[in-house]
């Protein structure tokens, strides 16, 4: 019995010769396909986390001084070694949805921290950095510059913010870039730049997109309980960040991985279907879906059962 569909009769299937989706209908197409996945990620990403955490609480609920330094500096530099791979074991995983290849997104999520930790350590303490210059130059210029009365102070802040969200967006492309290739970190590091410059839009909508989520989660940092502030906010990482995949993943391929693959003659796997249905020794089966004619659901009679 079903309430609104009936099971007891298929349909004609799906042809593989469809249109494909593309656009916003892919993304929400994946989105509501992986959407516990994501959760999933998020989940594994706050384990590398939760580390800063520590390191912030720390100085605030232990008395002794030289104990809390102590704490909060080995966490902090626990949690700046190991997020960046944390965020390549997640980017690998979303990846494998973005090409709609199967994943095991536990044993993905650890395999790709494990490939890239070298790699995704030094990109999350270069972030770590950028981050700490950009929020001590804000902090600090506008006060010397009132202090002494020179609008000249605001330049080497500007200059830093600059910086700072330059490399913010080299981040959209070197961390797909680092769990799709075997790039090194020099070629990453200016390939990803390279990028930052390329697609304004795309770059434009995830810059805003992860600059709402992180309103979001200041609202939660200035006006909840810590332990309200430690389970919400990190809630939608995993969605912010397929988002910025979505966007950036078809930029690396255009740019980097199809320009590889036509200097040696070759199509990219991931765009390319796995039979070549002109091969007539590949094609052994025909795709029949589209085809079928409905099963429709079998009278019932009053014959005899058979036992």
């Known amino acids: 019995m079903s309430l609104f569909n009936n099971y007891e009769s298929a349909g004609s299937g799906i042809s593989k010769y ?17 959407v516990w996945s994501l959760t999933g990620l998020t989940m594994l990403l706050f384990i590398f986390i939760l580390p800063a ?3 912030f609480f720390s100085l605030y ?21 190991t997020i960046g791979p944390g965020i390549a074991g997640m980017t690998k995983v979303i990846r494998l949805f973005l090409i709609e290849k199967h994943s095991f997104v536990i044993r993905d999520f650890f395999k790709g ?19 700490m210059s950009a929020f001590s130059s ?13 609008v000249l102070f605001y330049v080497p802040m500007v200059i830093s913010l600059a910086v700072a969200l330059v490399i913010l967006i080299m981040n959209y492309y070197i961390f797909p870039m680092m769990v799709a290739t075997d790039l090194s970190m020099k070629n990453l590091l200016k390939n990803s730049f390279a990028l930052a410059f390329v697609s304004i839009k795309q770059n434009l909508i995830n810059t805003l997109m992860l600059l709402f989520f992180m ?8 006006y909840t309980t810590p332990m309200f502030f430690i389970i919400v906010p990190f809630f939608p990482a995993g969605i912010a ?10 930029i690396i391929q255009k740019y980097v991985i199809n320009p590889y693959y036509d200097s040696i003659g070759e199509v990219n796997p991931e765009l390319a279907g796995d039979v070549d249905d002109n091969d007539p020794e590949e094609a052994i089966f025909e795709d029949m879906g589209g085809k079928e004619k409905p099963i429709e659901k079998r009278k019932k009679g009053k014959g005899k059962r058979i036992s």
């Open 18 to 34: 469809a249109p494909k989706k593309t656009g916003i209908a892919l993304y929400f197409d994946l989105f509501f396909r992986k």
């Open 215 to 222: 309103v979001i989660m200041s609202i939660f940092l200035l």
């Open 113 to 131: 921290f494990k490939e890239n930790f070298f790699r995704g350590a030094v990109v999350g303490i270069i972030d770590i950095v950028a981050v």
């Open 241 to 250: 960040w397929f988002t910025v995949c979505f966007n950036s993943y078809p």
């Open 61 to 81: 609920y232990i008395k002794n001084f030289n104990a809390a330094m102590i704490v909060s500096g080995i966490t902090f530099l626990i949690f700046a070694v």
């Open 138 to 150: 804000y902090k600090l210029y506008p006060m010397w510059a009132a202090k002494y009365e020179s």
């Open 53 to 55: 955490y520590i390191a």
